[in-house]
């Protein structure tokens, strides 16, 4: 396959922000299921043109901690410890293992902001997700959203 007969659409974002310490409802809960838990962080920077439109520049995020605690009816994640912790590499990677399927925090500080993404992990059998095309975007506007890569070959 030439390298013209495939591009990437973009990135659809496939997770509402996380923007409160509340159990998520059905519809947010629906957005962040994932059936892997890895990917790449970045940090994306949004800035108005004159027009009114943003630009979006992404960057990977290297050496930073991302924690996981168990979700339960309760606020993030001061009574619980974190079950892991991992560091994402120079490209923003970052890979958990052997994690059961349930309610999850991912948690992670950057700049001295916390971030918070209250997720489901769900593996599916029949559907293998590409650790590379699983994006985890923090805003400097608090935003911690889930986005994937889709390629059209």
Not at 103 to 108: E, F, I, K
Not at 119 to 134: A, F, G, V, W, Y
Request: hydrophobic content about 35%.
């Amino acid at each position: 396959m030439t390298l013209a007969a495939k591009f990437t659409v973009g990135v659809a974002l496939i997770a509402s922000s996380a923007w409160g310490q509340v159990e998520p409802s059905q519809k947010g809960e629906q957005w962040n299921t994932i059936g892997s838990l890895c990917g790449n962080l970045f940090h994306i920077e949004r800035h108005e043109r004159r027009d009114g439109l943003f630009d979006e520049h992404a960057k990977a995020l290297k050496n930073v901690v991302l924690k996981l605690y168990e979700r339960d009816h309760v606020a993030c994640c001061e009574s619980s410890p974190a079950l892991a912790e991992i560091a994402t590499d120079k490209g923003g990677k970052f890979s958990f293992r052997d994690v059961k399927p349930g309610a999850y925090w991912l948690a992670t500080v950057v700049g001295g902001r916390e971030y918070k993404l209250p997720l489901r992990l769900e593996p599916k059998k029949d559907i293998t997700t590409q650790c590379s095309d699983q994006r985890f975007e923090i805003y400097d506007s608090g935003d911690f959203q889930i986005g994937k890569i889709i390629t059209i070959d």
